[in-house]
């Protein structure tokens, strides 16, 4: 990269180096219908607006499907958040969850 005085700099990346090692996606279910869906929140931006949302298009297309309010979590952010995040595997597993809709606000 030239500057007007004539001198050249490096160029270098922004993003700093990998910090672990990119893991395979979860199987995704083949369709909604029957399945029971999480919501986890933030508390930062609408998801009291969007999910129910959400849930309304999703309980048309997919008239069996069932959902978690993000209630029953806490926020994802904030004070108790590592020990939320922490918890959801078993959680998840508990309450028989098959999938998770995360909204978080930016």
Do not use: Q
Not at 36 to 56: C, N, Q, T, V
Not at 81 to 91: C, M, Q, S, T
Request: hydrophobic share 40%; glycine share 12%.
């Amino acid at each position: 990269m030239a500057t007007p005085a004539g001198g050249t700099y490096p160029v270098v990346w922004p993003r700093g180096p990998k910090a672990g090692e990119i893991s395979p996606l979860a199987e995704r279910p083949a369709s909604l219908d029957g399945k029971k869906i999480a919501f986890l929140w933030d508390y930062l931006f609408r998801g009291d607006e969007i999910f129910p949302m959400l849930a309304s298009e999703l309980t048309a297309r997919y008239p069996g499907v069932e959902f978690v309010g993000h209630e029953t979590f806490g926020s994802t952010h904030g004070d108790e958040e590592h020990e939320i995040v922490a918890n959801l595997p078993e959680r998840l597993r508990e309450m028989e969850v098959d999938a998770v809709i995360s909204g978080m606000g930016c």
